[in-house]
């Protein structure tokens, strides 16, 4: 079973920077897509950013321009630079990956536990 680890999360005023990262530990033979969503109170989770494995990567209109996300295929890690936060990015950050663990099994989609991004005014 793939477990992952999140953590950067935290507090920062408007126009601030925080980065988020994202750890797989467990059996990985090779991860796919690896991405962050995120989910405000009241509001449905939504695609914030994804990578591939070939490291093309995709940001929601929202983000494009100040958020980066990046991948470390050695250290089994994803991350998301994020700056010039603003208000409205204040939510819960999840990240997703997708791999495998065993070519001969489905493969497995794990989510991370959440970690709280709020933004001040």
């Known amino acids: 079973q793939v477990q992952l680890v999140e953590s950067g999360g935290g507090l920062v005023q408007a126009g601030g920077s925080l980065r988020l990262s994202c750890a797989a530990s467990?059996?990985?033979?090779?991860?796919?897509?690896m991405g962050w969503y995120r989910q405000a109170p009241g509001n449905e989770r939504e695609l914030v950013a994804f990578?591939?494995?070939?490291?093309?990567?995709h940001y929601s209109d929202s983000v494009k321009g100040r958020f980066t996300i990046s991948r470390d295929n050695t250290m089994n890690t994803v991350y998301l630079q994020m700056n010039s936060l603003k208000p409205e990015d204040t939510a819960v950050y999840y990240c997703n990956i997708r791999g495998y663990s065993d070519y001969n099994v489905p493969p497995f989609d794990s989510w991370g536990q959440g970690t709280q991004v709020t933004v001040s005014s």
């Open positions: 467990g059996s990985i033979i090779v991860m796919n897509v």
């Open positions: 990578i591939s494995s070939g490291s093309t990567s």
